[in-house]
């Protein structure tokens, strides 16, 4: 069974993070996201409120997919938790070519931490191809609205109306 790791803050989870969930699905048997809980970061949203928002953004959008995706929180290394959770490989997804360098580098990284475990980028729909968690974080504290941008359990979490 091909498992694979998807790791992330997802502060907050995006479409252009789902659409990667969902192609990453299409090609493992079994998808892991898991989601960094940084304790040097406060967050808007703690670790298990992302998780337990993650969780139903899969089961509303993605329903066919959910029972082959688990989503949980980690903290440490990506490869720590990429073996706790037998995954071969870790997915990332690629926006633009500036998201590249940073993602190579951790590839590198994760490759010399652990040689066993693969890398595999997926590329990030065009439509979704400007979205950032950070300009979402940004634009829900500013009173914006984020509707199709973010799922509508996300949208709730933020305080934003959203239909999606
Ligand atoms: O969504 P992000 O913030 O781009 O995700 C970054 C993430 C979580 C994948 C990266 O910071 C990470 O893997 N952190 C865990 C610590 C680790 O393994 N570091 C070594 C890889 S460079």
Known sequence: MNVAIYPGSFDP??????DIVCRAAGVFDRLVVAVLVNTRKTPPL????????????????????????????????????????GARFVVRGLRA?????????????????????????????????????????????FGGDVRGMVPAAVAEQLGRPSVG
């Open 13 to 18: 989870i995006t479409y252009g993070h789902l």
């Open 46 to 85: 703690d670790g298990d409120s992302r998780t337990t928002v993650i969780r139903r953004a899969i089961e509303d959008e993605l329903p066919d997919l959910a029972d082959r995706i688990e989503v949980v929180s980690f903290d440490g290394l990506t490869v720590e938790a990429a073996r706790r959770h």
């Open 97 to 141: 070519v500036s998201d590249f360098e940073t993602e190579l580098q951790m590839a590198h990284f994760n490759r010399k931490l652990a040689p066993s475990v693969d890398t595999v980028f997926f590329m990030t729909a065009l439509e979704y191809a400007y979205l950032s968690s950070s300009l979402v974080r940004e634009i829900a504290r």
